[in-house]
């Protein structure tokens, strides 16, 4: 996990290569820095951070209802950013990152971080279980999740985004024309995605038409589940998560053995080709 000043500037620095913004955001997040036991360079990072409240692509794979998402989306983490740098990036590292969002240290760390926490609405402590990771694809489909253990692609999203807008400073302006009690609705159950209905509302005002928010592409939408019994667990059928046993090095074991050798002698190939 990131915590030390020194990691926390690794953490900036590796940011700097992604080709859109990296938000600092606000609610839960958890930042890791995967490195080479080997040679103690930087393979990637990943971040874990609160899921979208309203994502109907989510919701209706789940098949939640509302209560049962008021009850266990707080069991949900998005993979907001996640991947590998050079020269790991060459060699399918990024594959590896996403393989690393199932080590048992993961599902640990976010344990032991909320594991305290109490709801506000029940008052009672919340069952502080990593069930259901998920993600989405920047420009459509990514091919870190294609054909790899454990994600699954779902479907597409509608294909809007709020990044072209916020990422560059209209933000500040859209938080001036809406009112105070809207631009406050952020808790969950006050409704869908609060940043996209803010959007929508400061647009109407600024009198230009909510089309701003569609990107022309949609994001392909993965998910990752951490327990056998997820689905069961996430609708409230069951309290105790039966875990899919992943172990580290059968993980690694796995990118070597699926991506990285077969890469190697296709290389070794075209050089044997080529001279």
Not at 142 to 156: E, P, Q
């Amino acid at each position: 996990m990131v915590q030390t000043t020194k990691q926390r500037q690794l953490w900036a620095y590796a940011t700097t290569f992604w080709s859109i913004p990296v938000t600092t955001g606000y609610g839960r997040r958890i930042r890791f820095l995967v490195f080479d036991r080997y040679n103690d360079k930087l393979i990637g990072i990943f971040g874990l951070s609160d899921p979208i409240i309203g994502l109907g692509i989510r919701d209706r794979f789940i098949g939640w209802t509302k209560e049962q998402k008021l009850q266990r989306l707080y069991n949900c983490m998005t993979a907001y950013i996640l991947g590998s740098v050079l020269p790991y990036n060459l060699v399918l590292g990024s594959k590896l990152i996403a393989l690393c969002l199932m080590f048992p240290e993961v599902r640990k760390a976010f344990h032991d971080k909320y594991k305290d926490r109490v709801s506000l609405i029940s008052g009672q402590n919340k069952k502080a279980h990593l069930i259901y990771i998920d993600t989405l694809g920047a420009f459509g489909k990514s091919a870190i999740y294609t054909r790899l253990m454990n994600w699954k692609f779902i479907d597409y999203t509608k294909g809007q985004s709020h990044l072209h807008i916020t990422a560059n400073g209209s933000w500040e302006l859209i938080k001036q024309v809406v009112p105070d009690y809207i631009f406050d609705s952020y808790k969950f159950g006050q409704g869908a995605n609060w940043k996209m209905r803010i959007l929508k509302i400061g647009l109407r005002e600024l009198g230009f038409s909510e089309d701003i928010l569609s990107i022309g592409w949609q994001r392909g939408y993965y998910n990752c589940p951490l327990a056998n019994n997820w689905q069961e667990y996430l609708l409230g059928k069951s309290n105790k998560p039966i875990w899919k046993n992943f172990k580290k090095s059968e993980l690694v074991e796995y990118w070597k053995n699926r991506w990285i050798i077969p890469r190697l002698e296709k290389l070794e190939n075209n050089l044997d080709d080529f001279n």
